[in-house]
């Protein structure tokens, strides 16, 4: 189901709590909801749509990527960079890492690794961040 944007950014600066199986239904609504906002969006965390969860979407390439509980176990070449953001008005600076590996649960709960480099991982840490009540 598509869900509204959350923009208060009390809610958004609240680090989100670890998911469980019973999350999985979740995806539904990350997917959803990025699919409506295709053309200015390309990831979603969780408390985006109001659910204080540490659940990600990403499109990374042509797929939607769902990740529940990821986390970053390497990074390599930063950067500052400037980004927008669905939640916010306008863009701010921000570091990032041209390289990560990300760890997380995929929507049939099995562990996934992957290696993202340039813009897919740039998106992918963007809503980590998000996940930990992180805003730029």
């Not at 041209?98 to 099995?110: A, C, E, L, P, R």
């Amino acid at each position: 189901m598509i869900k509204p944007i959350i923009k208060d950014q009390q809610l958004l600066g609240k680090k989100a709590i670890p998911t469980t199986k019973a999350d999985l239904p979740l995806a539904n609504d990350l997917i959803d909801t990025l699919n409506a906002h295709q053309a200015e969006c390309v990831g979603m965390a969780a408390n985006m749509i109001g659910v204080n969860k540490n659940a990600i979407i990403a499109r990374i390439g042509p797929f939607n990527v769902v990740m529940f509980n990821p986390q970053i176990i390497a990074k390599s070449h930063p950067y500052q960079t400037t980004e927008g953001c669905l939640s916010l008005s306008g863009t701010r600076p921000t570091k990032r890492y041209k390289q990560i590996t990300v760890k997380f649960h995929n929507q049939s709960w099995q562990m996934q690794t992957l290696e993202l480099m340039d813009f897919a991982a740039e998106i992918v840490q963007h809503e980590i961040d998000h996940c930990n009540g992180i805003i730029i």
